[in-house]
């Protein structure tokens, strides 16, 4: 089991799990997807996600200590209700390096602890809540 320093919200019936070094705004995204008008959205985590492979799938947990607490910056840690497991299905990586603005094919996938998963590389100073949602509700040209 590997823990990385991410957060993670359920979306539907997968989650979400955002990477990205500290202060890109994964907690932010996190809120912002938590408060936003998605059918259903729940934390996962905030800070520390525990990393499990298993029979194909990326599972997603809290570290025990963390569960159920987002950072809201300005206002603190808050507690929420929260998923204590969930499957990953998209990766959102924060100022990603490799952000384009139209991206090659192999760079919309990811591995992780050995899963292939969906990946929304988003570039320093973009704001990733709206790629997210135009990535939730659409499809690429030719799919």
Do not use: C, N
Not at 5 to 18: D, M, N, P, S
Not at 114 to 132: E, H, S, Y
């Amino acid at each position: 089991m590997a823990s990385i320093h991410a957060a993670a919200v359920l979306i539907g019936a997968k989650a979400a799990l955002i990477r990205g070094p500290a202060g890109s705004g994964k907690s932010h995204l996190a809120w912002q997807l938590l408060q936003s008008a998605l059918p259903f959205t729940r934390l996962v985590a905030d800070d520390r996600v525990q990393l499990h492979a298993r029979a194909g799938r990326l599972l997603l947990q809290p570290v025990p200590e963390l569960a159920g607490l987002i950072e809201i910056r300005g206002l603190g840690i808050r507690r929420v209700v929260y998923e204590p497991l969930a499957a990953a299905g998209l990766v959102i990586d924060l100022a990603a390096a490799d952000a384009a603005r139209l991206p090659a094919r192999m760079a919309e996938t990811v591995a992780v602890e050995g899963v292939t998963l969906p990946r929304l590389a988003v570039a320093a100073g973009t704001p990733a809540f709206p790629l997210v949602l135009a990535l939730l509700e659409t499809r690429p040209a030719g799919d």
